[in-house]
């Protein structure tokens, strides 16, 4: 009986550690993913398709205002700002992560940022009734801000709350709702739907739909337990709030681990930005999620969507189906990043940031050849074609989603509301860099611009290779103690961190044991 009874309590307690996918799981999942990371991508190509009825809704409000038709270049700068707008609303969201992630929670975060995309949803909406081109600018801006916060905040929220066994997977499902977001803007963008004349500020406007049903649902699911366990220190709550995701009373064993990291971190509190860019501890970390945010936006991603058109045109295809190979490429992109969902623990972090970036880079090497010989040669149209499907297969199962998981898992709880306003910031900087840099680019150096992103994905790829470790599996101390040996971080004992003022924080004796029980 005894036996059987110690049996039950291992198993229950390695079924602990391992975790599984529970009703209220997959339902903060789905809510907070589709509520906030869907319109993150629904935005990024809702006015593509009807950006032409959009000129002329600028054009024919300055006519009814000034008598005269707008100047081409005047017109020109302002569908650049409509446009460069969002990225930079993007990077100010970011800036904000940290301050209320730590004041209201990740939760509270979600739901007070949906009240940014409700409002610019309604001012986009009604832009056209209103007779206003500057509201949408502003909207752009607004919902920028909107973006910023969620592409941060959902990540973070959901890594914090999923067992580890499972937290690569449920990492990703942001960045899946990002590409169907993507690939619904462009299927309603469609000419027959809404990408007309009459349908384009509803169009803009439908980006308020998914805020308010997250607005109305989220509330009843829990707040990340290692925020009220380590932030706000009511170990009650959080413990209700892990028994409810895991479906079982016995959390203990997270508890424990929870309980660690806030012993470890007493003395750190909240690192600031400022902080953690010269705290040597993380120094690696910090260099690590900026490489590959600056590899993530910087790789050629927007090159590969803008060039998409004319190289499948060049392939014979119809001019009139266009919009549709823009769809068919979004569906790819969706197809791939659902795929990395189910691979993302088998296969681990490394090996898909590394085959992402590689078949990237090697398809962008490619893609240049085929690109300067296609008018002398025949097939290589096709061989263009095939490239760019790799490319958006590579960048779907490595180089896109497992960036934000990574920010997640290599920081402790005191440090990680900074990391992703560090991550975020880079990540929307560089987005904003080449939205601005790219027609330059293009105009002087035409295909050989694909070179400079191969150059930058085999940079990527090489500084992964020998620097960034494998997370698949493991709790957040652990990985922190991997990279507290690539920091050259020494570890004290008790005794010398009471003598030694200038130790530093967050490695004390009893965290290596604690570490070394659960290996």
Avoid at 151 to 165: A, Q, T
Wanted: charged share 15%; hydrophobic share 45%.
């Amino acid at each position: 009986m005894e036996m059987n009874r110690g049996k039950q309590e291992s198993s229950s307690v390695e079924e602990g550690r391992k975790g599984r996918m529970t009703l209220t799981l997959a339902l903060v999942t789905l809510i907070s993913a589709f509520g906030s990371s869907f319109q993150y991508g629904y935005n990024v190509s809702v006015i593509n398709s009807p950006a032409p009825y959009m000129q002329d809704f600028y054009n024919r409000t300055y006519i009814n205002r000034h008598g005269v038709p707008m100047d081409t270049s005047f017109q020109t700068l302002l569908w650049s700002l409509t446009v460069s707008m969002y990225p930079l609303g993007g990077f100010f969201g970011s800036l904000m992560v940290g301050p209320l992630v730590n004041s209201c929670g990740r939760k509270g975060t979600l739901l007070i940022n949906n009240l940014f995309s409700i409002v610019a949803a309604v001012l986009m909406g009604t832009s056209e009734m209103a007779k206003t081109f500057e509201v949408i600018i502003v909207s752009r801006v607004i919902v920028g801000i909107y973006a910023g916060l969620a592409s941060n905040v959902v990540p973070m929220f959901l890594g914090e709350m999923s067992p580890r066994n499972l937290r690569g997977a449920i990492g990703v499902v942001p960045q899946l709702f990002i590409t169907l977001g993507i690939l619904i803007a462009q299927i309603l963008g469609l000419t027959v739907i809404l990408g007309n004349p009459e349908g384009w500020p509803l169009l803009l406007g439908l980006t308020g739909i998914p805020s308010a049903f997250q607005l109305l649902t989220l509330p009843f699911f829990p707040e990340s337990p290692r925020y009220l366990l380590i932030q706000k220190g009511n170990e009650d709550q959080a413990r209700q709030a892990l028994q409810r995701l895991r479906g079982w009373d016995n959390v203990d064993d997270e508890i424990e681990e929870m309980r660690q990291e806030d012993k470890s971190e007493k003395e750190e509190g909240h690192l600031s930005v400022l902080t953690l860019c010269t705290f040597r501890g993380l120094r690696w970390q910090l260099i690590s999620i900026i490489i590959m945010m600056m590899g993530q936006q910087l790789s050629g991603v927007n090159a590969i969507f803008y060039y998409a058109d004319r190289i499948f045109l060049s392939a014979g295809v119809d001019a009139n189906s266009a919009q549709y190979v823009t769809v068919s490429i979004g569906a790819i992109n969706v197809l791939m990043t659902f795929l990395a969902v189910f691979i993302v623990e088998s296969l681990g972090r490394r090996i898909l940031l590394l085959a992402g970036f590689g078949l990237c880079c090697g398809s962008c090497a490619v893609l240049t050849l085929a690109l300067n010989l296609q008018n002398t040669v025949s097939w290589m149209s096709y061989l263009s074609i095939a490239c760019v499907i790799i490319y958006i297969i590579g960048h779907a199962i490595g180089a896109s989603p497992i960036p934000f998981v990574m920010i997640t898992e290599m920081f402790l709880q005191s440090s990680r509301p900074a990391a992703f306003m560090v991550g975020g910031s880079v990540h929307w900087l560089c987005n904003f860099t080449v939205g601005l840099v790219f027609l330059y680019m293009e105009a002087g150096l035409g295909a050989y611009c694909f070179l400079i992103f191969c150059g930058i994905c085999l940079a990527t790829m090489v500084y992964i290779f020998f620097i960034v470790p494998e997370t698949k599996n493991k709790t957040f101390m652990e990985i922190n103690r991997i990279m507290a040996r690539r920091n050259k971080v020494k570890i004290h004992t008790e005794a010398e961190q009471m003598m030694d003022l200038q130790t530093i924080p967050g490695m004390k004796a009893d965290k290596p044991e604690v570490l070394g029980s659960e290996l």
